[in-house]
């Protein structure tokens, strides 16, 4: 009689079922670094967005103000206006587009580990959020009176101009900077090159052409080193006082009109200048 042949029913020997399972793993590795840069992309782009909101805010505040960028209140410890500390900026921004997502690139992840100091907690990397208390009579309580950030402000751009200490000059001492600020829209020319917003690793900074490229990420001794953050692959994402937004390289930083006296033309645009960890970082600005 004849007799039906089962042998082609067999299942996947285990040769088989190894050799397609080498496929598929090898197809994930050619497919998970792809989506990787499509997930870096899209932070990226939330990141540039939330900048451009904050600019609005800004624009929408100088509308308001017969064209005056927002006021610095000094902190008085005996009860008076304050305070320096971000929240002349933050409140503007809060009043025209109230969400506190708007301050934090995607990227920056972690919340710092101190979240209540007097002066603020700086991150020590560029994935932790920075924090600075909206009231520094009070104590924390989540979002209530401590504020989250990863972006920061050109501290150069207000109505009222204030000194500061510079640690960019040695010995360290007080400028006499009030002819430095950007106290009106109108006056930042067509302000493609003024930065406003920009990734940061403080809530506020005042960079000065005499600023040198640091050891490493983690030194902020001068003000510029508190933009200078590797979050964006070699780049920080910027908005602009003319609404543009691009990403700047990390040595672009010092070719950026920060405020009024600004020299573009400084010792870090020199071609014997020296970058130490950021050597190979683009100057494109």
Known sequence: MFRRNTDS???????ELLVVIAIIAMLLAILMPALGRAKDMARELICRTRLRQCHLAI????????????????????????????????????????????????????????????????PKDNSTMWSASR???????????????SIAVNAWISSNGVNFMSTAIDPPYQVDT????????????????????????????????????????????Q???????????????????????????????WRLKWHRKFNIHNAQTLPDAEWHWMEGFSDEH
């Open 9 to 15: 029913h067999k299942g996947f020997t285990l040769i």
């Open 59 to 122: 624009h929408l505040f100088t509308n308001d103000n017969k064209d005056l960028f927002p006021y610095i209140r000094l902190f008085d410890m005996s009860g008076g206006e304050h305070d320096q500390l971000g929240q002349w900026w933050i409140d503007p921004i809060m009043d025209y587009a109230p969400d506190p997502e708007l301050l934090v690139c995607p990227k920056a992840t972690r919340l710092p580990s101190n979240v209540y100091n007097f002066r603020s907690a700086i």
């Open 135 to 149: 009231d520094p009579g009070e104590s924390p309580d989540a979002y209530g009176n401590v504020i989250y950030g």
């Open 178 to 221: 009030p002819s430095f600020y950007w106290k009106e829209l109108s006056n930042t020319g067509s302000g493609s090159n003024v930065p406003l917003f920009l990734d940061g690793g403080y809530v506020e900074a005042r960079p000065m052409d005499q600023d040198t490229a640091s050891y490493e990420e983690s030194i902020k001794n």
């Open 223 to 253: 003000h510029m080193h508190y933009f200078a953050y590797d979050r964006h692959r070699g780049h920080v994402n910027s908005v602009f006082v003319d609404g543009s937004s691009r990403k700047v390289g990390l040595k672009g930083l």
